[in-house]
């Protein structure tokens, strides 16, 4: 709908003016996650023109003066608390990507930049579809971002086994006490960290919360895995959780293997020390990682991870201003500069 909808009639409001035009940035449908639920709010034709900034004032009139009411059965205006906005956005393509992610990658992508910018994010502006590039620069600023440079996708991997690492025995632990409500919580947290540990294994940017399961679901050769995350979750008793996240730990770590990326390493589970409980041993797979690193500036990072394995709190995330100097703390200022 959107696509049509800038053929049809954004291309012609904005004219002759040089410019770009996508659905890229936040919304269900730019991730192909919108439901008819969706469409309650906020929802219908979009589309971002990106213009030079000379130009984005008079563009911006020009499309707001002559956009019609509705296009395909739905408004071109939203109203939101209280608001009106159109479902046209004009602006210059750096003021942008200064706003979603907290610097412009055509002057370079460092490291600092990498791991302060949300994966949400990250995917937003990867994610949906250039309808236009008259710029020539939007294309060239997705691909940039598509994926991680090898060195630091092998860093947040690391870290992403490492959160496992850090909980992985507490899920029996909890039960044998009969805290079956602590091993339940604990077997959910890591549930989702092995979603995530998936996704990122598979060169897919983790969604936020309420996409993630579904996320996982789309993803080819995912089913064995969601079954073995779903019996964890379900589970009515710990050592059934505790034998769902062991296949799912299994089947992670075969997929690490299969990648290449670093030593390969036993796909079993095993006892942790002489205790009766389960675990894949999530630091063997980060040590292997980052074993593997040979970038300096990478291994000099401490193992602490990008803005979402630092803090998940939309306080930080949604903010970019405040995700960059948080994960700088984090990562040691200078050293991820």
């Known amino acids: 709908m959107s696509r049509a909808f800038y053929a049809e009639v954004v291309a012609a409001l904005v004219g002759p003016v040089p410019h770009s ?41 020009a499309v707001e003066a002559g956009l019609p009411g509705s296009f395909g059965g739905y408004p071109t205006v939203f109203a939101y608390r209280g608001t009106a906005r159109p479902g046209v956005v004009v602006c210059e393509l ?24 949300p994966w949400q994010r990250l995917a937003e502006v990867t994610g949906g579809q250039v309808f236009h590039d008259g710029l020539g620069e939007l294309a060239g600023v997705r691909e940039v971002l ?5 060195d630091v996708w092998r860093y947040v991997l690391a870290c992403q086994w490492l959160r496992v690492a850090q909980e992985e025995a507490f899920v029996g632990r909890c039960g044998e006490v009969g805290d079956e409500l602590g091993s339940a919580v604990v077997g959910a947290g890591l549930a989702r960290e092995v979603m995530r540990l998936a996704l990122l294994l598979r060169r897919r940017y983790p969604p936020y919360a309420k996409w993630l399961g579904s996320a996982l679901a789309r993803l080819p050769g995912s089913a064995e895995l969601v079954r073995s995350l779903e019996m964890a979750v379900g589970a009515r008793s710990w050592r059934e959780r505790e034998a769902g996240l062991s296949a799912a730990y299994s089947r992670v770590a ?33 040590g292997a990682l980052l074993g593997a690193v040979s970038d300096p500036q990478v291994a000099a990072l401490p193992v602490a991870g990008c803005v979402d394995q630092v803090s998940g ?25």
């Open 21 to 61: 035009a996508a659905l890229v940035g936040p919304g269900s449908e730019v991730l192909a996650f919108d439901t008819e639920r969706s469409a309650d709010h906020d929802f219908g034709p979009r589309v971002l023109v990106f213009t030079a900034a000379a130009d984005v004032a008079g563009v911006r009139a």
């Open 146 to 150: 598509r994926w991680y440079p090898r």
């Open 254 to 286: 075969a997929v690490q293997n299969r990648l290449g990326l670093a030593e390969v390493l036993d796909e079993r589970v095993r006892g942790f020390h002489d205790r009766p409980f389960l675990v894949i041993g999530g630091d063997r797979f980060a």
């Open 313 to 337: 709190g939309a306080e930080v995330v949604c903010r970019p201003g405040v995700a960059r100097a948080v994960t700088a703390a984090a990562l040691g200022g200078a050293r991820a500069a």
């Open 94 to 117: 750096g003021a942008w990507l200064e706003e979603v992610l907290g610097f412009d990658p055509r002057g370079g992508v460092g490291l600092l930049d990498w791991l302060s910018v």
